[in-house]
């Protein structure tokens, strides 16, 4: 299957898009939204992290745990804004990095 960016349609996977999501700015708040991303990468790091999400919204903080077992890593993203945490989960979730497919959504 050919790879297919599901937010501009390139030739890249979503994860690694570098357009910029059109999302207008809500007022921030103090309620903290949690995005969990299983399957990603068991060698991923913070920089590599950085850079793929860096084009994602406004992410607060993130974590990375690790579970060497079923060589993957589970990502933890905090955002501020609903809608950006929700645009994430809908465009990223069940799109493939590294040949396997990331499980995306609100915790
Ligand atoms: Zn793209």
């Not at 007022?27 to 990468?41: A, G, H, L, Q, S």
């Not at 993130?62 to 993957?72: A, G």
Request: hydrophobic share 30%.
């Amino acid at each position: 299957m050919p790879i297919k960016c599901r937010k501009c349609g390139g030739p890249h996977f979503t994860m690694k898009c570098g357009k910029t999501p059109t999302i207008s700015k809500l007022n921030d708040n103090y309620t903290t939204y949690k995005v969990k991303i299983m399957n990603m990468p068991i060698d991923i790091t913070y920089d590599n992290l950085q850079y793929m999400l860096k084009d994602w919204g406004d992410i607060n903080k993130f974590y990375i745990n690790k579970f060497d077992k079923y060589e993957c890593s589970n990502v933890i993203l905090h955002y501020s804004n609903k809608e950006q945490a929700e645009y994430f989960v809908n465009n990223v979730n069940n799109t493939d990095l590294n040949y396997k497919t990331l499980k995306v959504f609100l915790v």
